[in-house]
């Protein structure tokens, strides 16, 4: 082994070894417990463009390794910057513009997305080669997908009866005679799918650090009205204008009992981190964006350098504890 003597002064040098260090081991974009204090002090943020495609970023994950990026046309991208992007699968459509596509990471480090079989939603498990194994399916329209550690997956769906009707850009559900939300959890051990709730929307579910799946439900089962006025907003993919949205929570499974009294208007998908959440919503006065919800606190807004990007969210995921997002665009970007 052969040593070298610096010339540099001690601290420096150790500074400078630090430095490259977490240059080369760690994610280069901003943590989100340091976003948070970000966010409350008000400070603007930039991002940075990791990936580009010719459609529509619709949903993501992460395993620790790389970030997934689902886009419109089906496919499933594995991001691990400055690395090229590798193509996994090409999942095609999903079944319907009722329907959405997610993602989400099995304990055994397999991706699982949903899939169009013969007019229903499959669910299947994708390994590393881009093999496909589906798991179980459904008849009702996906909405929402995530795993536990613990081999639990949770599936949130939607019905629709009756005539429906839709604006453009590209998913808003103006008016239906009778809509309901239906939440599953399917056990891996077991191969068994339950339903668990039924009623409201549940337009996301996160599972947290502390593996407990929590779910934003939205409203309630019945009509939906075509007068927009009453109406709120998801986000830029799912982009649900809701009767009933105002009544929106977050529940925790199983028991499903509220958390989090504050929170913003038409408050869709989400991450957890640092105690808190940071998720798309949008408030009268401070419109759509990313916003850090805590404890009973009022909702803070994410302020991005460009703000433009506000209302170019279509999907997120955390990644190292660093925040990723998809725009309708074709762009994954990470905020630094």
């Not at 480090?109 to 229903?120: I, K, P």
């Not at 439900?217 to 986000?235: F, M, N, T």
């Not at 009268?284 to 009022?298: A, I, M, T």
């Amino acid at each position: 082994m052969r040593f070298h003597r610096f010339t540099v002064p001690a601290m420096p040098a150790i500074a400078i070894l630090l430095s490259a260090f977490i240059s080369s081991c760690g994610d280069n974009g901003i943590s989100i417990s340091d976003l948070k204090g970000e966010i409350q002090r008000g400070g603007k943020r930039p991002a940075q463009e990791v990936f580009s495609s010719d459609s529509g970023i619709v949903a993501m994950a992460s395993n620790g390794k790389y970030v997934y990026a689902a886009t419109q046309k089906g496919q499933i991208f594995a991001i691990k910057y400055p690395e090229k992007p590798a193509l996994l699968a090409n999942l095609g459509a999903v079944c319907s513009e009722l329907d959405f596509q997610n993602l989400t990471v099995l304990p055994d480090g397999r991706l699982c997305a949903v899939r169009c079989e013969q007019a229903r939603n499959s669910i299947v498990a994708i390994d590393a080669a881009g093999k496909l194994t589906e798991l179980f399916s459904v008849t009702d329209h996906v909405l929402s997908l995530a795993a536990n550690r613990s081999g639990k997956i949770f599936i949130g769906t939607w019905i629709q009866e009756g005539k429906i009707s839709f604006d453009v850009n590209p998913y808003h559900l103006g008016s239906a005679e009778f809509v309901e939300g239906k939440l599953y959890e399917y056990d891996m051990e077991t191969r068994k799918l339950t339903e668990i709730s039924s009623g409201p929307f549940p337009v996301w579910i996160c599972v947290a650090e502390n593996n407990i799946a929590y779910v934003s439900l939205w409203g309630d089962r019945g009509q939906v009205q075509p007068d927009r006025g009453s109406h709120l907003w998801a986000d830029n993919y799912h982009s649900f204008w809701l009767l009933y949205s105002e009544k929106i929570r977050i529940v925790e499974l199983p028991n499903q009992e509220p958390v989090y009294k504050s929170l913003p208007s038409g408050f869709a998908s989400f991450v957890m981190g640092a105690g808190a959440l940071l998720g798309l919503g949008a408030t009268k006065d401070g419109g759509p964006g990313f916003y850090l919800v805590e404890g009973s606190n009022r909702p803070l807004k994410l302020l991005f350098q460009d703000p433009s990007l506000d209302s170019k969210v279509s999907a997120l995921t955390l990644h190292q504890g660093v925040v990723y997002f998809g725009t309708p665009d074709g762009k994954v970007l990470r905020i630094k």
